[in-house]
């Protein structure tokens, strides 16, 4: 049987409530998406959701975090939750590279936008000629390829025979940030929050990995093993 405390459906609850408003907000609040024809103004808004989900992954894989001293979920539950809400980050990428697709192919122009950085215009102001991130869209789709493969590896029947695969696949991450944040330029309003533990936590591992310790009994065990 499988146990949840109060404070697990209390996270549930709250994360659930929050992503009903960031879609609510997006899509029917924020002015400048809201009056955008609706296969642009949806895409938009699958890519601000995307972004959601990357943020929150990256929450439960600090390992001295407070989600189990505050709210009583176990480390093991939270990786849980990162497996959920890491492919829930790359559907909802795939829905936004799609969408933006759709829109592309209905005007006339997805050849020019999706594969190719020809109208790419690197400048300073609103010049209505192009914009500053355009070359992002090439990179964030070779970048969704990539973690295609990443969450592939991370499978149970992919990860439990190919260790050495899932691990260091899984370090592409650190693409899918920096991409992710050259793409959308405000993300990183989002990712301060789970990054900033993350790399606290991973500080205090290497501090305490490196320290000396003390061998007090050693056993040889079937196998040649000690």
Request: proline share 4%.
């Amino acid at each position: 049987n499988v146990r949840i405390c109060v404070g697990e459906v209390t996270l549930l609850v709250c994360t659930a409530a929050l992503f009903v408003w960031w879609v609510c907000y997006w899509q029917f609040e924020y002015g400048r998406i809201r009056n955008l024809p609706d296969l642009e103004s949806w895409a938009r808004t699958a890519g601000h959701i995307a972004n959601l989900f990357l943020a929150f992954a990256l929450f439960p894989v600090a390992r001295n975090s407070l989600w189990e001293t505050a709210f009583g979920v176990p480390f093991e539950r939270a990786l849980g939750a990162h497996r959920v809400l890491g492919a829930l980050w790359l559907a909802v990428s795939l829905l936004h590279m799609w969408l933006w697709h759709w829109s592309w192919a209905a005007a006339g122009t997805l050849a020019d936008i999706a594969w190719s950085i020809r109208p790419c215009k690197l400048h300073m102001g609103d010049d209505p000629g192009g914009h500053c991130d355009n070359f992002t869209i090439v990179l964030a789709e070779l970048m969704i390829a990539g973690a295609t493969l990443m969450v592939t590896l991370a499978h149970p029947w992919f990860r439990r025979r190919f260790f050495e695969a899932f691990f260091y696949a899984h370090h592409f991450f650190l693409v899918i940030i920096v991409v992710s944040m050259l793409h959308a330029w405000s993300l990183w309003l989002v990712l301060v929050g789970p990054l900033a533990p993350w790399f606290v936590d991973r500080a205090c591992r290497r501090v305490h990995s490196s320290a000396a310790v003390e061998l007090v009994a050693a056993a040889n065990c079937p196998g040649n093993h000690v």
